[in-house]
Nanobody
Framework: QVQLQESGPGLVKPSQTLSLTCFVS??????????WNWIRQPPGKGLEWIGY???????YYSPSLKSRTSISRDTSKNQFTLRLSSVTPEDTAVYYC?????????WGQGTQVTVSS
């Protein structure tokens, strides 16, 4: 059973960098079959895909967030990390990590991140 768990601060100040880590158990992030994603849901809005780390180690980002986003992996710890720079209150959301390609078949429980001074 694959399990994902997000971790990171719940409050970030405007203009700072948001950093979240997803810890993965029950499956390797280097598996050739899966992509490791970050997705968010702002209050009152739908899900927004942020980007993924591919099994090769490369990353791909949503065009709307690409200039501020970085996703990296630590294969020794079987975890991957999201960094979103220059945050504003519009980045307030529940952030999820998930495994999948077109369909996400495993999700973390989500973590609330609020951007506020």
């Amino acid at each position: 059973q694959v399990q994902l768990q997000e971790s990171g601060p719940g409050l970030v100040k405007p203009s700072q960098t948001l950093s979240l880590t997803c810890f993965v158990s029950g499956g390797s992030i280097t598996s050739n079959s899966y992509y490791w994603n970050w997705i968010r849901q702002p209050p009152g809005k739908g899900l927004e895909w942020i980007g993924y780390a591919a099994p090769t180690g490369s990353a791909y980002y949503s065009p709307s967030l690409k200039s501020r986003t970085s996703i990296s992996r630590d294969t020794s710890k079987n975890q991957f990390t999201l960094r979103l720079s220059s945050v504003t209150p519009e980045d307030t959301a529940v952030y999820y990590c998930a495994r999948g390609t077109a369909t996400m078949n495993y999700w973390g429980q989500g973590t609330q991140v609020t951007v506020s001074s």
